[in-house]
């Protein structure tokens, strides 16, 4: 019997927690197999500093609370990047897993938290270390492996992003309809980097079309004087627009700033996509009167459980119970993934792909999903998204006018190794 | 018995409905005193057009949903400017009042919108046209008229925007917390043009003062400059940062634009005060690893239902209702108000004020509730507007995973006069 370790890292989702929550219920269901569960506090960084919180000992009823609360607050997350097999940072890792028993790592991330994952795998079987290493996925991006959709269908995360620009979309198309003449261009920037699911799922908010709904993918690979021909067209046809634009659509602007990765971090950009596409639209002369206004959802669209889908909290619960199964059947090495059962009416099941395949993997939507436009989705997106954003809005529990998130108290193990500064920091 | 024409101008509300149903509702409960219930389609824009929608024989139960739909989709919005006295405006105004027998206009809105209804009511007088023309507030940025808050305490749209940014606030500080080192500054920008209310209302997110949070207030006349010097302080501090900039906080910036009252249009900005502050923050290095990156949820704060306070639905409601009684009981030239009843639990009252104060006033963030270092609102602030934003969530009716919006049959009253071109069109 040994321990459990479970950390998260990469930006935080609304259902982030219920993952966690999944794996620590499934492994206190298991007394037999498993010991105490440890979080390490801020992903990575907690193990490399032997910061773990003791997750087994909390009030059940705080513990309940995970499934509604948003963000990594309740274990810290970071974007570490653990590098070359040369770096002391796996040898490390190992001394903090030796000095704590722990014989579990569950890990809870996109692309390169899987990355991570595999890095750890890899070197605790170098060093004869005893380690099963799982994934659970988790990016509001929905950008991780597995193109063909079959052994990973969604990730958790993006149904409630979706959610969100389902209801937001609903809502600026109504602002957009009651202004006739001054803001007559509202654009939005949606997140997804590369990938356009994010920027996609605006379409769940006027499924039937009703509404001048522009969309532009970073996969349509338009220029911003196409993006602008396409919004005057349907000025003239309309006489207002909204445009959703994806922070990666490449506006020829180059100001950007770069995260531990080594990604572009979008949210710090010196000019934004949004700002790209309301300064080109504005300084032409616009076919009908008034301007085009622009908003940034930003980390808002990650990290607001209001929005929180059903669906995706059920899910990135029953994941985050899955990877446990995952790693007691098939040992180290993979990522619990939720895939799309055969039938007519949407289904959730649960299976696995080796760390390996979606370490640092990437997925866009696929061009089929795209109308020959550019500008829209096919119906076939939204009978793929539609599932994933639930009806009823979520009951999330409130204290005082607020939302009541999760108070884990700060139980942390006590040190057994000398203190280590990690290289990457 | 003459027939009433309601409509409603400048940016909408989460609650700019429920103020209409008020008007609706309490016409029809006096049958003796008023005819048919007319809405002037976007605006005074439809009334100059001639295009009045008739509210009174639409179903009850999609009257009964106006009350939790947002923005101004129902019966529309303008920002049209009505010019000096020798406008041929006036006159057609009149034409369309005489041809539909009109003897009751209630027109919602803020400071430009209560300018209109002045300027309506007293060419109703210099016309001799016997007219009734009374206002009713709406806007999220609470800066009408009545520095003393004894005439007016708030306006109806306030409580839900500042609803909204409680619940931001406590998610986006939630996330701010979670990661360590790599976003460490989170800016959002607040609207509210050049007063300080709806960045105040951020504090509610945190009513404890325990994270770190800084507000930059339009009133408090910091620089950029020192402005960085305040978040890295706070960074040297507590190594992250949240940020609510008001997006008429001068950052130096000038690239704007102008609406049609000639106020600047913020959300049009060739620079946007959240990307000055990013900008100038990421540029200097900061003390701590990370970036700043910025969100604007612009848009988003005035016309998303979700975050409706109830509160402020039942009050938008109220004053509607008030408003007729204003109509009947004081004649032409005024609005109706909010006021706080005195006592220790928060209840509302009714009053009204001549439009004449009113029409184009303003009205800021008073010094007193600013703390001495500029960032943070004091424990009476708290006091002003917590009762403002309710308890729970308020119950949004939804359809489809969509929020089911009342749909108005477009049932347009017969033209009977010329067809004419506004000046300002």
């Given amino acids: ?193 590369k990938a356009g699911f994010i920027t996609a799922a605006a379409r769940l908010g006027d499924p039937e079309r009703k509404h001048p709904l522009l969309m532009f993918f970073a996969e349509s690979n338009l220029t911003l004087e196409e993006l602008s021909y396409k919004v005057n067209d349907m000025l003239v046809r309309e006489g207002r627009c909204v445009v959703v634009v994806n922070e990666g659509f490449d506006t020829g602007a180059s100001d950007f700033r770069h995260d531990g990765f080594g990604h572009v971090e979008y949210g710090a950009s010196g000019i934004t996509a949004m700002q790209a596409v309301v300064n080109y639209l504005n300084r032409q002369k616009l076919p009908v009167r008034g301007q085009a206004t622009g908003q940034i959802p930003g980390v808002i669209q990650r990290s607001t459980a209001i929005f929180a889908s059903q669906v995706d909290i059920d899910e990135a619960y029953a994941v985050g119970r899955h990877a446990v199964t995952v790693a007691l059947t098939h040992g180290t090495g993979y990522m619990a993934t939720i895939i799309r059962l055969p039938g007519e009416t949407y289904q959730a099941g649960y299976s696995h792909v080796p760390l390996a395949d979606v370490a640092g993997s990437e997925r866009f939507l696929p061009q089929s999903w795209i109308t020959p436009d550019q500008t829209d989705v096919t119906d076939d997106f939204i009978r793929y998204a539609r599932p994933l954003i639930g009806d009823e809005m979520a009951q999330i529990p409130m204290e005082n006018g607020l939302q009541r998130f999760a108070r884990l108290f700060p139980l942390f193990v006590e040190k057994k190794t000398k203190p280590y500064i990690p290289a990457g920091l």
């Fill in 1 to 193: 019997m040994n321990n459990v370790l479970v950390a998260q890292s990469g930006g935080p989702s609304p259902v982030i927690n219920a993952s966690l929550l999944g794996v620590l219920d499934m492994c206190r269901s298991y007394p037999d197999r498993f010991g105490t569960v440890y979080a390490g506090y801020r992903g990575i960084e907690g193990v490399l500093k032997e910061e773990l919180m003791i997750l087994s000992d909390q009030p059940e009823e705080e513990l309940a609370l995970l499934k509604t609360t948003p963000s990594a607050g309740a274990i810290g997350t970071c974007r570490y990047k653990l590098h070359d097999e040369g770096s002391p940072d796996y040898a490390r890792i190992i001394e903090v897993f030796k000095a704590h028993d722990i014989g579990y790592f569950f890990y809870i991330g996109g692309n390169d938290s899987m990355d991570t994952a595999n890095k750890v795998s890899k070197a605790a079987e170098r060093e004869g270390y005893p380690l099963i290493c799982t994934g659970i996925p988790k990016t509001i991006d929905n950008d991780v492996g597995d193109p063909t959709f079959q052994l990973l269908d969604h990730t958790p995360g993006y149904g409630s992003c979706a959610r969100y620009w389902a209801l937001l979309m609903q809502n600026a198309l109504e602002e957009n309809r009651a202004i006739s003449t001054s803001e007559c261009v509202s654009v939005y920037q949606a997140m997804g980097r």
